[in-house]
Every structure is written in structure tokens, then in C-alpha cells.
């Protein structure tokens, strides 16, 4: 029976906004130095009449999503044009409900729809990834969200259980009779206004003066490892790693490894960005750490997929490396099937993205939960906007430490009208977020008070 507080979406706008990195930033063998962000208003209706409008943002990050061969600007004008296809669908379609159930039939039923629809001017080996859709269509799915809080005067993660929603997780996951008669709200925590957060130590970033080449930005912001460590009282660093020399890998971890101890740094992560193909890799780089580095192998705290992304196409078992260290799924967690699959094959825990949509993403993390895996949450390198719902989605998610946010690392200037509302959220202090001046209501953007042009929608 639907529900007198059920929405559906009325207009939706679309808005580009292109940023500049001070620093290059890799994403396995390919090297990133602009972005477009997705920015999203949406207006929706209440069974009673009622409206409200509604924000989400995404950064559009080519790279992450569609690694390939074709020329950077045509995956990035294909991404935008998706983007902007799947708002036109959203806007037309007779989608009711809550946002959640609005997200995941607009998942389901039209996103496959759009994705068959395209135009492929390369051929078949320019389809456009079912990562990419997702990250196209998530700032809408983020807005709608927004919109339904602002609505009721609530918090986003306030109206996720039985009074709000028509179906429960039973509906959407398997086996369903675990999960009959629950909803998301029974899998999230309350969570703290302060995160530990995560420091991106990209595969080009300078560790040290040796490693300076001397075309690095000098304006104002750290660019030495230690000086981010010492200026942002940070605790945690998240190494990126080749995965195809497995030499530097490890001279890289033991590096940071060694400064972060002697500045105080407690916990590492290492990502090897989907470029491993065999377990006996990541296997033989932990192995030697334990070995010659063992203080950098106990703050090990987790390994990020090493392996490549699409997971139906490799399953590799992977327990042989979960054995040693928890092994995080990121970019084969597409969904709640794909944990599901990770699970069997070894993985041990799940790192959400609001870029692969909010909706998704609570799937997964009930999922992951009923099935006894660990959380986490990582970036995108989410500036503006988009770090709100980011921060949001990792307080109540109960995740294994804190947040990763990295967006003040390369592009900082970029949030500045985001930063004078919310100080605490674009700048790190004493290796924490601070998330107490969010409003109470969406995603607690407080939209009125930031002062942003943007040029008009496009849709």
C-alpha cells in the first residue's frame, strides 16, 4: 500500500562543474589532472502535494570508472552524456516512492535501458562500464535523497525504516527470509560528529625532498608526506601501489611505512588499484613486509582490491591473501550481488562509495553486515557538495576507521564556498572530520547559505 509521504521526481537539473588538480593524482596506468563533478537539483512531490527540492554531486572521474584504452575526452564526453541522458529518464519517468525504492527501480529497470540504448561509435569495445552508469545516474539518486529530507524537515539517514519505506530488505535481498521484516535503519549506527580520516598517499606524490622534481605547485599546501602528516595531525595513510612491480610496492609501503611511524601515523592501508591478477603477488609483498618491515605490517590495517574490477569475469580465490590481512572489495562492489560474490570467493569486507549511488550503497552495507563483513568508506576525491553525503554515509555506517577524504589534497580551492559553511568538513584537524555544523535537515548542505554561481542546468 503506498504511503501518504511516497515522492515522485518532478524536474531535475544538471550542472558541470569542471575542477583543476594542483597535483596529478594516479589511478593505476592511467594519470588524472581534471574532473568534471556532476551537481544535480531535483524538485519532487508528495502523494499530498507537498514539494521540495533537493541536491546531490558526483565527480565524473573517467578514470576510476572506465579504464580503457579509447582517448580520454571521448570516455569523459560519453560519461557526461549519460549523465545527462539519465536525468531526461528520471525526470520522465512515473517512478513513486521513496527515494531508496525510486533509486533502485531507476537501477534496475531504466538504467540497463539507457546503457543498450547508446550509440557506440567505437564499437562494442567502447560500451560504456555498468560502474560508470552507476556513477552518472548516483548524483540524482543523492539529490532525491536530499529532497525527501528536506520535505519532512529530517536528516537523510533518520527516514530509512518501516514508517517511510513500502518494502523491506527482504524485497530487494537474498535470502530473504534473513532479512525479512528489517530495514536499513537496522543496520546503521548514530556515529560520532568526528571521523578519523584517511590521507591519500598517491603513487606520484613526493614522500620526501629527493623525491621533488621541482614543478610542484608552491601555494600554500603541503606537498612533502610529512608536512601533510605534521599540518593535519594525521593518523591514517592509505598507500597507493602499482600492482604490476612488485619491488616498488614494496619499497613504497616500507617507506611510508617508516615515516608514518616516526610521525606518529597508527594505521596504513594499501591499495593496488585492480592491476593484480594472481593472489600470489599481494601474497609475496605482505609476506616480505612481515618479514624485514614487521612494525609496517601490523599497522596494516586492510588490503583494497587488487584484483581486477569486474568481478564475473575474474573470480579469483582470493582467501590466500584474506588469511593474512582483511581484503576489501571497491571497485567490484558494483552491488549487493557483487559483495555477495566477493564474499564466496574470499573477500572479508566492503568499501561503499555514495558515487555508486546512496541507494545501492545501504544495500550492500545491510548485506555486508548480516553477513559478518567489514566496512568502509572511500573516496572519490569528493570536493563541494559531494563530500557531505560521503562523510554522512561513513558516520552511520559504523565502517572499520573512520573516512577516507582526499579532496583537500588536490583540489582545495575548489570547495572554498562549501568550506566557509562547513570548516570542519574541508579541512582536517587532528587527523579528524568534524561534522557538527551540518543542518538538520537532507543531507544538511545548508544550500542558501553557500555562495556558488552556476551557469544554467542542462537538461
Known sequence: MPKPTDIRVIDAQLYILPVELRVPLKFGNQVLHSV??????????????AEAEGWGETPLSVAWVWPSDLPYADREDRLVGFCKAAGKALRGADLTGHPMEI????????????????????????????????????????????????????GVFSLLGKEWLNRDLGYYLEPGDLFTGSYPEDYLVEGSERLPVWHLVGGLDPLEDSCLRGDEPDDGYPVLLRDWIRRDGLKCLKVKLRGTDAEWDYQRLER??????????????????????????????????????????????????????????????????????PLYMDESAHDWNYVRMGQSLGWTGVALKTCKTLSGALLSLCWARRNEMGLMVQDLTNPMLAQLPHVQLARHAGTIMGVESNGMQFYPEASLPEERIHPGLFKREQGHLDLSTLGSTGFGYRIDEIERELQAGQL
Not at 568534471?36 to 537539483?41: E, P
Open 256 to 325: 611510508i611505512g617508516k615515516i608514518g611511524a616516526e610521525e606518529g601515523v597508527e594505521w596504513l592501508s594499501a591499495d593496488f588499484n585492480c592491476t593484480v591478477t594472481d593472489p600470489d603477488y599481494v601474497n609475496a609483498v605482505l609476506d616480505r613486509l612481515k618479514l624485514e618491515a614487521a612494525d609496517t605490517y601490523e599497522r596494516l590495517l586492510y588490503v583494497e582490491q587488487p584484483f581486477p574490477y569486474d568481478l564475473r569475469a575474474n573470480q579469483i580465490d582470493v582467501r590466500s591473501v584474506s588469511e593474512r590481512k
Open 36 to 49: 568534471k563533478c556532476a551537481r544535480v537539483r531535483v524538485r519532487v512531490r508528495s502523494e499530498d502535494g
Open 103 to 154: 533509486g533502485l527501480d531507476f537501477i534496475s529497470e531504466l538504467l540497463p535501458q539507457l546503457k543498450s540504448a547508446e550509440d557506440l561509435p567505437y564499437g562494442p569495445q567502447a560500451e560504456l562500464p555498468y560502474l560508470a552508469a552507476l556513477v552518472a545516474f548516483s548524483p540524482y539518486d543523492l539529490a532525491v535523497h536530499d529532497a525527501f529530507g528536506n520535505l519532512h524537515e529530517r
